[in-house]
């Protein structure tokens, strides 16, 4: 005769019909929602800010405000990746994760070719 080996098994808890198998939200449906559509402040990334202070871009926090402003309203609108145009600057961002990604000045931006962009932000 074969030997069988038993193992015992951890008990799980037993639910009865009608009880969560899942614990309640800390915050209500109503705060959520209001937190995921509230404006998101920009990130700049390491490459963006060498890129600003190589090229010696300077951005008002007045014109920071209209960017962030801007972008949040695009990632809205389901942007993902746009183009900023500034007077004296185009800036590459991610909507989706609010991060400034690259920096250039206008000039330099002339004659680029600017690919994977779903959406342009033009500011004067």
Same mark, same amino acid.
Request: aromatic share 2%; hydrophobic share 40%.
């Given at each position: 005769?074969?030997?069988? &080996?038993?193992?015992?098994?951890?008990?799980?808890?037993?639910?009865?019909?009608?009880? #969560?198998?899942?614990?309640?939200? /800390?915050?209500?449906?109503?705060?959520? #929602? &209001?937190?995921?559509?509230?404006?998101?402040?920009?990130?700049? !990334? /390491?490459?963006?800010?060498? +890129?600003?202070? *190589?090229? $010696? %871009?300077?951005? !008002?926090?007045? *014109?920071?405000?209209?960017?962030? @402003?801007?972008? $949040?309203?695009?990632?809205? /609108?389901?942007?993902? @990746?746009?183009?900023?145009?500034?007077?004296?600057?185009?800036? %590459?961002?991610s909507?989706? $994760?609010?991060?400034?990604?690259?920096?250039?000045? +206008?000039?330099?931006? /002339? @004659?680029q070719?600017?690919? $994977?962009? @779903?959406?342009? %932000?033009? #500011?004067?």
């Amino acid at each position: 005769m074969e030997q069988v &080996n038993l193992q015992r098994l951890h008990s799980q808890p037993q639910l009865r019909p009608g009880q #969560l198998t899942r614990p309640a939200p /800390k915050q209500s449906f109503a705060e959520q #929602l &209001n937190s995921a559509l509230a404006p998101t402040p920009l990130k700049i !990334s /390491k490459h963006a800010s060498a +890129r600003l202070t *190589e090229r $010696n %871009i300077t951005i !008002s926090e007045a *014109e920071w405000a209209r960017v962030t @402003d801007k972008v $949040n309203e695009a990632k809205a /609108k389901g942007i993902r @990746d746009s183009l900023v145009l500034m007077d004296q600057a185009a800036l %590459i961002v991610s909507a989706k $994760n609010s991060t400034v990604i690259t920096a250039m000045d +206008r000039t330099e931006a /002339k @004659d680029q070719l600017f690919t $994977n962009i @779903d959406g342009t %932000i033009v #500011l004067s």
